[in-house]
T-cell receptor
Framework: DAGVTQSPTHLIKTRGQQVTLRCSPKSGHDTVSWYQQALGQGPQFIFQ???????QRGNFPDRFSGHQFPNYSSELNVNALWLGDSALYLC???????????????FGDGTRLSIL | AQSVAQPEDQVNVAEGNPLTVKCTYSVSGNPYLFWYVQYPNRGLQFLLK??????LVKGSYGFEAEFNKSQTSFHLKKPSALVSDSALYFC????????????FGKGTRLHILP
C-alpha cells in the first residue's frame, strides 16, 4: 500500500520562475493538504483540496495556487518565485469519509525547493 | 485564533532516562491534538492523537501523551529513551469547530545521549 508520494524530491529554480509540485495521496484518501516548511520551522498550512476544490487556505499570497484531479492527486503551483520561497514543501493526505478532522494526516517526504 | 507552543527548541536526555517534550495549545472549541516526528530529509510521521476520552494516550514506538484541559497542555512522554528517538518532534492542534485546518508548533529537537 503506497503512502503519499511527492515529485520531484529536489528542485532548483531562479527568481521569477514558476514551479509545479506534484502529490499522490495515500490509497483510499480523498483530501490533500499542502504545507511549507522553512528551515528550522514547523510546517505552515498553505491550502487544502477536497472534491477538486480549495476548501481552506492559510496566509499565503495568490502566487500559490493548486489543483486536485479526479483521482485525488494534486499539484501546487508557485509563480514569481523569490528567495523566501526556498523551503521543503510537504503534501499530506487524509480521508473525510473516515472521519475527517479527527484523523491524522499522512505526509509525503516533501519536495526541497531551492531558489537561486 | 488557534495556536500551539513548544517552549523548548531542544531537549537533551540520557539514554534510558524518561523524556518529556512540552506542548501547550489554544483553541476556541474542543481540541484535536496530534504529535508527529520528523527524521532528517523525511516527511512527518504520525505518533499519536487525542480526540476524546482517556487523558493518557498511547502511541507508536512506546510514546505516550497526557492531555490536561485545565493547563491546555499535551506533553509527549516516554519512560525510557532510546538513541533512535533523536529527531524533531511537532505538536499540532485542530479546532473541532473548524474543519480540517491544522496548526503545527515550531518543533522541538530531541537529542538522546548514549
Amino acid at each position: 500500500d503506497a503512502g503519499v508520494t511527492q515529485s520531484p524530491t529536489h528542485l532548483i529554480k531562479t527568481r521569477g520562475q514558476q514551479v509545479t509540485l506534484r502529490c499522490s495521496p495515500k490509497s483510499g484518501h480523498d483530501t490533500v493538504s499542502w504545507y511549507q516548511q522553512a528551515l528550522g520551522q514547523g510546517p505552515q498550512f498553505i491550502f487544502q483540496y477536497y472534491e477538486e476544490e480549495e476548501r481552506q487556505r492559510g496566509n499565503f499570497p495568490d502566487r500559490f495556487s493548486g489543483h486536485q484531479f479526479p483521482n485525488y492527486s494534486s499539484e501546487l503551483n508557485v509563480n514569481a518565485l523569490w528567495l523566501g520561497d526556498s523551503a521543503l514543501y510537504l503534501c499530506a493526505s487524509s480521508s473525510r469519509r473516515a472521519g475527517g478532522s479527527n484523523q491524522p494526516q499522512h505526509f509525503g517526504d516533501g519536495t526541497r525547493l531551492s531558489i537561486l | 485564533a488557534q495556536s500551539v507552543a513548544q517552549p523548548e527548541d531542544q531537549v537533551n536526555v540520557a539514554e534510558g532516562n524518561p523524556l518529556t517534550v512540552k506542548c501547550t495549545y489554544s483553541v476556541s472549541g474542543n481540541p484535536y491534538l496530534f504529535w508527529y516526528v520528523q527524521y532528517p530529509n523525511r516527511g512527518l510521521q504520525f505518533l499519536l492523537k487525542y480526540i476524546t476520552g482517556d487523558n493518557l494516550v498511547k502511541g507508536s514506538y512506546g510514546f505516550e501523551a497526557e492531555f490536561n484541559k485545565s493547563q491546555t497542555s499535551f506533553h509527549l512522554k516516554k519512560p525510557s529513551a532510546l538513541v533512535s528517538d533523536s529527531a524533531l518532534y511537532f505538536c499540532a492542534v485542530r479546532d473541532s469547530n473548524r474543519d480540517d485546518k491544522i496548526i503545527f508548533g515550531k518543533g522541538t529537537r530531541l537529542h538522546i545521549l548514549p
